[in-house]
């Protein structure tokens, strides 16, 4: 039996076949003391790398054998070995930075690529060790290669957008792309065997992978979420390092480089993560947020974030709205002073925030918000001022600012009388709607914050005719007593 099955195996060149020849009679020297699925599996294991032959000899070229063989054209024990050393094949790796070099070989690899990855999504019955051990061996000489990327600078400039920067594609994607297709089939199929695959793709395995993650690349940086997504649901076990490996990335990225590729492809990673946490939430993910999510509202490039961030935010006050608190005063804390354009987006994510507070939590943190949106109503920049005034269109936030008008009123009283004389109309129309909602939620208290207002301004005229007069007084003392020094030398 064991020689009808080698004879139906397609020969290869002289180099593999000899080998192949020894296999074979290792093989048969075992035959009686195995059964048919262990005699599979050795045949399986003395197979020869055809990549270490075809370098050997200075060709990065196929064995045509093994590229032409189609898996259709084997019986159902051989197609496990041809997938092996298919996989084999893929493993030598080309130079796309000379698009004119090897054409008809990165062709090749490429239609070997397709195959593998046809093989993977119609697979009948569980990949056994050998062949797991050979895929992660071809994923990992396809992905894990060296960037040809300039390096990093340590700060982002004030000017930075990452916008406005021309993504790099990889010149390798034909095949980067069909390799991270076929690893995403191969990791999210029903063949492949959780504990066993979990031997390979083991943490040092997952920390290259978050690595990818910084490639300039978009379409990788997708195709990774994926994969990463993937894993994170298949391998339980790989959950918490995973989260402390992410962890890791956002501090880096916060507090030493400000410059990652990465953060809006791991942030959604994350909102799916975050999702699906148990209630009630441990320390360890609330931890998370304040440490690690919130402070990512710090670095100057937010912007090419923020929805995927905010989104995050937004799940963790979903599942638990006493977060509420933390996540207001976060905010506050790494508000915004000289960016316009940041402000409004602090802006729009607090009115996502305080559609989830409760009353409880929001007379616990309404004193410091105010304060920083009445300093938000005053602002030169049209678009941060008419931001703020729409907050009072929310039922939900208008609602909480009724409940708590004694406190809030006064505290932003002043700036929308200031708004008066502000320079744009439709800032200008927007104050007078919410001093109108003031004044018919409490009269009276309108009017008491109008007097106080008014006294204030006295006073401060009052104070500047002060300061205007003792500099008036210091002039002439200054005038007078230099008139005296000229007399004194003119005698």
Known sequence: MIKQILGRLPRKSSRSGEHGKDSGGRANASAGARTRDSKLVDNLQPISNPVADDQADGNPGFPSTDVLTRFGDVSAPEKHSLFVRKLNLCCVVFDFTDPTKDLQEKETKRGVLRELVDYVASAGGKFPEVVVQEVMKMVSCNLFRA????????????????????????????????????????????????????????????????????????????????????????????????????????????????????????????????????????????????????????????????????????????????????????????????????????????????EMTQPAEFESCMVPLFCQIARCLNSLHSQVAERALLLWNNDHISGLIKQNHEVVLPIVFPALERNKTHWNLVVRNLSLTTRRFFSNQDSSLFDECLEKFQRDQADDEGMKSKRDAAWRHLEEMAASRDSNRSLVAVS
């Open 147 to 354: 960037t040809a990327s300039p390096p990093r600078e340590i700060k982002v400039p004030e000017t930075f957008d990452l916008e406005d920067e021309e993504p790099a594609m990889d010149p390798g994607w034909p095949h980067l792309q069909l390799v991270y297709e076929f690893f995403l089939l191969f990791v999210a199929s029903p063949e492949t065997d959780t504990k066993m695959a979990k031997r390979f793709i083991d943490q040092s395995f997952v920390l290259r992978l978050l690595d990818l993650f910084d490639s300039e690349d978009p379409r990788e940086r997708d195709c990774l979420k994926m994969v990463l997504h993937r894993i994170y649901g298949k391998f339980m076990a790989h959950r918490p390092f995973i989260r402390k490996a992410i962890n890791n990335i956002f501090y880096q990225f916060i507090f030493e480089t400000e410059r990652h590729n990465g953060i809006a492809e791991i942030l959604e990673i994350l909102g799916s993560i975050i999702n699906g946490f148990a209630l009630p939430l441990k320390d360890e993910h609330k931890l998370f947020l304040v440490r690690a999510l919130i402070p990512l509202h710090k670095p100057k490039s937010m912007g090419a974030y923020h929805q995927q961030l905010s989104y995050c935010i937004t799940q963790f006050m979903e599942k638990d709205s006493n977060l509420a608190v933390a996540i207001i005063r976060g905010l506050l804390k790494y508000w915004p002073v000289t960016n316009s354009s940041k402000e409004v987006m602090f802006l729009g994510e607090m009115e996502e925030i305080l």
